[in-house]
T-cell receptor, first 113, second 110 residues
Framework: EAGVTQSPTHLIKTRGQQATLRCSPI?????VYWYQQALGLGLQFLLW???????NRGNFPPRFSGRQFPNYSSELNVNALELEDSALYLC????????????FGPGTRLTVT | GESVGLHLPTLSVQEGDNSIINCAYS??????FIWYKQESGKGPQFIID?????DKRQGQRVTVLLNKTVKHLSLQIAATQPGDSAVYFC?????????FGTGTSLTVIP
C-alpha cells in the first residue's frame, strides 16, 4: 500500500513569493493534516482538512492556507513568503475517526532566500 | 500557548536494555496523547496513543503510561534495538488541535 506522498521534495523561493506544496494521502484516508517543522523545533500544527473542509487551523497567519480536493489530496499555499517560513513541511493523513493515528509523508523542504 | 515538554533532549541506552522517554504536558483537556518516532530524513511514524481515561496501554515492545495527576506521559521500549534509534515526540490532542513536543533523541549503543 502506498504511503503519504508529497511534492516537491525541495522548494526554493525568494522572499515575497508564493509557494504551493502538494500531498496525496493514503488510500481510504479522508483527513489530511499539515505541519511545519522548523530546525530545532517540534512539529507545529498548521491545518486539518477532512471531506474537503477545513476542520481546524493552528496559530499561523492567514497567508498560510490550503485546500482539499474531492480525491482527498491537498495543497498548502504560503503567500508573501518570509525568511522564517524556511522549514520542513509535513503532511499526514488518517482515517476520519482515528485522528491520533496519523501517517506522515517525507515532507517538503522549503527554503526562502 | 500549549507546552509539551520533554525531560531530556537526549538519551543513550545499551542494546537490549529498556528505554524510558518522559514527557510533560499542560492541557488537562487533552483527550488523546500520542507518541511518534522520527528517523533521520523521514517523516514521523505513529507508535502508540492513549486516551485520557486510561493510564496504561501496551503495544508491541512499547508501553505508554499516563499520569494525569502530574500531567506526565512516558514511553517505555522493551529490549531496545539499534533500529529504535530515532527522535521520539510526544503529542497531545485537545479537541481538534495537535501539540507536539520538541523530541528526545534516543541512541542505542550496540
Amino acid at each position: 500500500e502506498a504511503g503519504v506522498t508529497q511534492s516537491p521534495t525541495h522548494l526554493i523561493k525568494t522572499r515575497g513569493q508564493q509557494a504551493t506544496l502538494r500531498c496525496s494521502p493514503i488510500s481510504g484516508h479522508t483527513s489530511v493534516y499539515w505541519y511545519q517543522q522548523a530546525l530545532g523545533l517540534g512539529l507545529q500544527f498548521l491545518l486539518w482538512y477532512d471531506e474537503g473542509e477545513e476542520r481546524n487551523r493552528g496559530n499561523f497567519p492567514p497567508r498560510f492556507s490550503g485546500r482539499q480536493f474531492p480525491n482527498y489530496s491537498s495543497e498548502l499555499n504560503v503567500n508573501a513568503l518570509e525568511l522564517e517560513d524556511s522549514a520542513l513541511y509535513l503532511c499526514a493523513s488518517s482515517l476520519w475517526y482515528r485522528g491520533s493515528e496519523q501517517y506522515f509523508g517525507p515532507g517538503t523542504r522549503l527554503t526562502v532566500t | 500557548g500549549e507546552s509539551v515538554g520533554l525531560h531530556l533532549p537526549t538519551l543513550s541506552v545499551q542494546e537490549g536494555d529498556n528505554s524510558i522517554i518522559n514527557c510533560a504536558y499542560s492541557n488537562s483537556a487533552s483527550d488523546y496523547f500520542i507518541w511518534y518516532k522520527q528517523e533521520s530524513g523521514k517523516g514521523p511514524q505513529f507508535i502508540i496513543d492513549i486516551r485520557s481515561n486510561m493510564d496504561k496501554r501496551q503495544g508491541q515492545r512499547v508501553t505508554v503510561l499516563l499520569n494525569k495527576t502530574v500531567k506526565h506521559l512516558s514511553l517505555q521500549i522493551a529490549a531496545t534495538q539499534p533500529g529504535d534509534s530515532a527522535v521520539y515526540f510526544c503529542a497531545e490532542r485537545p479537541g481538534n488541535q495537535f501539540y507536539f513536543g520538541t523530541g528526545t533523541s534516543l541512541t542505542v549503543i550496540p
